[in-house]
């Protein structure tokens, strides 16, 4: 276990609907980013969250936009959903400013677009 | 742009014995870090191993070895004494070392090992 809980772990929608994912990362983790792994592909990079503001992003449209909390919990935002945004969503956490460069991952949530 | 190629689709191995995941990749820098992570059914992806490019040496752990080749842009995972809980998605990825605060992992596209009994 990395003491990264996402939630929800699995998630349907309709083409058009909204959705949001939640991102809980491990404690005395202040940074936060966010992936999309289709299946079959290796994950690719949305965007990372660091202090509350997003410090980088991926090749990735505006309809995906993200929160970090005080806590700094995440959350990750898709308006307008299209059929290709099904796949898994997943978080990682890390401390910034560490020197191992260790991401801790979620289980991620499976999202299927109808 | 970096881009990270894994060649090998599926691979499997026999319990106990030695295999090698290959991984290939492209980049400009100097300063970078390579991993390989472990995705199994469970979807959570499990750091097995990291190598930093500075370092000539290769990095261990346990069961795990890499070969890093940093002229050849090469860096393979073997796995010894294989078994059925190595089972898994094995991804090798890549992070610039002098990317601030924003560090992303380009991913390559895995290799899916079957560890048999």
């Known amino acids: 276990e990395t003491g990264v809980t996402q939630s929800p772990t699995h998630l349907i929608k309709t083409r058009g609907q909204q959705v949001t994912l939640r991102c809980s990362s491990q404690s005395g983790h202040n940074t936060v980013s966010w992936y999309q792994q289709a299946l079959g592909q290796g994950p690719q990079f949305i965007f990372q969250?660091?202090?509350?503001?997003?410090?980088g992003r991926g090749n990735f449209p505006p309809r995906f936009s993200g929160l970090q909390f005080p806590n700094y919990s995440s959350e990750l935002n898709v308006n307008a959903l299209e059929l290709d945004d099904s796949a898994l969503y997943l978080c990682?956490?890390?401390?910034?400013?560490?020197?191992?460069?260790?991401?801790?991952f979620g289980s991620g949530t499976q999202l299927s677009v109808l | 742009a970096q881009t990270v190629t894994q060649s090998q689709p599926e691979m499997s191995v026999q319990e106990a014995e030695t295999v090698t995941l290959s991984c290939t990749y492209d980049t400009s820098e100097n300063n970078y870090y390579l991993f390989w992570y472990k995705q199994p059914p469970s979807r959570q992806m499990i750091l097995v191993i990291r190598q930093e490019a500075y370092k000539q040496q290769n990095a261990t752990e346990n069961r795990f070895s890499v070969n890093f080749q940093k002229a050849a842009k090469s860096f393979s995972l073997k796995i010894s004494d294989s078994q059925l809980g190595d089972t898994a998605m094995y991804f090798c990825a890549f992070m610039k070392s002098n990317a601030g605060n924003n560090r992303k992992l380009i991913w390559g596209l895995g290799t899916s090992l079957a560890v048999n009994p």
């Open positions: 990682a956490s890390r401390r910034s400013g560490s020197t191992n460069e260790k991401l801790f």
């Open positions: 969250y660091y202090r509350e503001e997003e410090n």
